[in-house]
Antibody
Framework: QLQLQESGPGLVKPSETLSLTCAVSGGSFTSPVHYWGWIRQPPGKGLEWIASIYYTGSTLYSPSLKSRVTLSVDTSRSQFSLKLNSVTAADTAVYYCARDWRGSFDSWGQGTLVSVSS | DIQMTQSPSSLSASVGDRVTITCQASQDISKFLNWYQQKPGKAPKLLIY???NLETGVPSRFSGGGSGTDFTFTISSLQPEDIATYYC??????????FGQGTKVEIK
């Protein structure tokens, strides 16, 4: 059973960088048919795709967030990470990591709430 | 960027009713369209991929259809456990993944 688990600070100050990591277990992190993605959901609002990364490090970015997002991957630990810089209150959200199969998110982490506040 | 317009934003129906949600893409996305169910406090769950393919283990009362720019999601007989918010999501070769605004389904 594939499991994904997000981790990282729950509070980030405005203008700083949000950093999250997703640990993958119970499945192949280096699967040739899967990317690994990040999706966020502001409180009470809808879902927004952020970016996805292949185990080789190849990345796909949302056009609206591309300038502020960096993804990385650590295959030795079966983990991938998100960095979002210059955060504002609008970046407050539950951040989910998920397995991205041809653009379909078929397995999700439980999500982690990140608040942006001074 | 692809924009997905989902309607209605909310609906209320009785147990056993047929429920239909629509999703319109701002450009032709062929059949690259997924549907998710999200219950309060939980992560979304993929129900349907490629517009009409049921994910393994998903009850057959859920179905999807459409292609190009216009898509539908149907619950043939609404059950109490179907209370949730449903999202459409497109994907393509550009690449981009865009979600609709969501439809909250409640029991009347």
């Amino acid at each position: 059973q594939l499991q994904l688990q997000e981790s990282g600070p729950g509070l980030v100050k405005p203008s700083e960088t949000l950093s999250l990591t997703c640990a993958v277990s119970g499945g192949s992190f280096t699967s040739p048919v899967h990317y690994w993605g990040w999706i966020r959901q502001p409180p009470g609002k809808g879902l927004e795709w952020i970016a996805s990364i292949y185990y080789t490090g190849s990345t796909l970015y949302s056009p609206s967030l591309k300038s502020r997002v960096t993804l990385s991957v650590d295959t030795s630990r079966s983990q991938f990470s998100l960095k979002l810089n210059s955060v504002t209150a609008a970046d407050t959200a539950v951040y989910y990591c998920a397995r991205d199969w041809r653009g379909s998110f078929d397995s999700w982490g439980q999500g982690t709430l990140v608040s942006v506040s001074s | 960027d692809i924009q997905m317009t989902q309607s209605p934003s909310s609906l209320s129906a009785s147990v056993g009713d047929r429920v239909t949600i629509t999703c319109q893409a701002s450009q032709d996305i062929s059949k690259f369209l997924n549907w998710y169910q999200q219950k309060p406090g939980k992560a979304p769950k993929l129900l349907i991929y490629d517009a009409s393919n049921l994910e393994t283990g998903v009850p057959s009362r859920f179905s999807g259809g459409g292609s190009g720019t216009d898509f539908t999601f149907t619950i043939s007989s609404l059950q109490p456990e179907d209370i949730a918010t449903y999202y459409c999501q497109s994907y393509d070769n550009l690449p981009d993944r865009a979600f609709g605004q969501g439809t909250k389904v409640e029991i009347k």
